[in-house]
Nanobody, 120 residues
Framework: QVQLVESGGGLVQAGGSLRLSCSAS????????MGWYRQAPGKQRELVAT??????????DSVKGRFTISTISRDNGKNMVYLQMNNLKPEDTAVYYC???????????WGQGTQVTVSS
């Protein structure tokens, strides 16, 4: 099993920044993609950004241009992934979840989520 623990969420004013962190532990032999997803009240969970083991990144259209400067990054030695969020908007308010894909079967694991609230 793999355990994921997110941190860094909180309340911020519009235009502000937050940095989310996610630490992976447990039966980890190789982590493939790591990513961040979010779920706003009444909406489905959606992709925010992902990063492969080789450092290739992918961002949702809704965050491109705002989150794409020094945004998703990972530390393979520490099994951690980060999400730097800049110029936050009220519509970014959601629970943010860390996700990793592990091993040759690309098993997917989720964290418990961290709340991000952006006030106008």
């Amino acid at each position: 099993q793999v355990q994921l623990v997110e941190s860094g969420g909180g309340l911020v004013q519009a235009g502000g920044s937050l940095r989310l962190s996610c630490s992976a532990s447990g039966s980890i032999f190789s982590i493939n993609a790591m990513g961040w997803y979010r779920q706003a009240p009444g909406k489905q969970r959606e992709l925010v950004a992902t990063i492969t083991s080789g450092g290739r990144t992918n961002y949702a259209d809704s965050v491109k241009g705002r989150f794409t400067i020094s945004t998703i990054s990972r530390d393979n030695g520490k099994n951690m992934v980060y999400l730097q969020m800049n110029n936050l908007k009220p519509e970014d308010t959601a629970v943010y979840y860390c996700n990793v894909e592990v091993g040759v079967l690309y098993r997917s694991f989720w964290g418990q989520g961290t709340q991000v609230t952006v006030s106008s």
